[in-house]
């Protein structure tokens, strides 16, 4: 099994920045991808963003794109997402995922096998 735990969630004003982190243990696999999504009360999760496990692909909502970036350290088996420009159609609860033998271009929750609790994120209008 993998345990995924996020961190670096907070309340943040519309158009500042927030850094969320995701933090992998037990285990975990030499090749891997991961993403992000969040889940709004009321609403589907949806996809945020996903990387490759060498870090060289990477995808994003169209929602996010051009404001968050994801990121990754294997050596430290972390993964970041730093959200820039933030909304308050950005608030939600963000989880990050673990999709095992992935290429970092999976959109669906159900494509990942391993998830995280989950860290809130609140933006302020």
């Known amino acids: 099994q993998v345990q995924l735990v996020e961190s670096g969630g907070g309340l943040v004003q519309a158009g500042g920045s927030l850094r969320l982190s995701c933090a992998a243990s037990?285990?975990?696999?030499?090749?891997?991808?991961m993403g992000w999504f969040r889940q709004a009360p009321g609403k589907e999760r949806e996809f945020v963003a996903s990387?490759?496990?060498?870090?060289?692909?990477?995808y994003y909502a169209d929602s996010v794109k051009g404001r968050f970036t994801i990121s990754r350290d294997n050596a430290n088996k972390k993964v970041s997402l730093q959200m820039n420009s933030l909304k308050p159609e950005d608030t939600a609860v963000y989880y990050c995922?673990?999709?095992?033998?992935?290429?970092?271009?999976?959109?669906?929750?159900?494509?990942?096998?391993?998830w995280g609790q989950g860290t809130q994120v609140t933006v302020s209008s």
């Open positions: 037990g285990r975990t696999f030499s090749s891997y991808a």
């Open positions: 995922a673990a999709d095992v033998g992935g290429q970092g271009y999976d959109q669906y929750p159900n494509e990942y096998d391993y």
């Open positions: 990387i490759s496990w060498s870090g060289s692909n990477t």
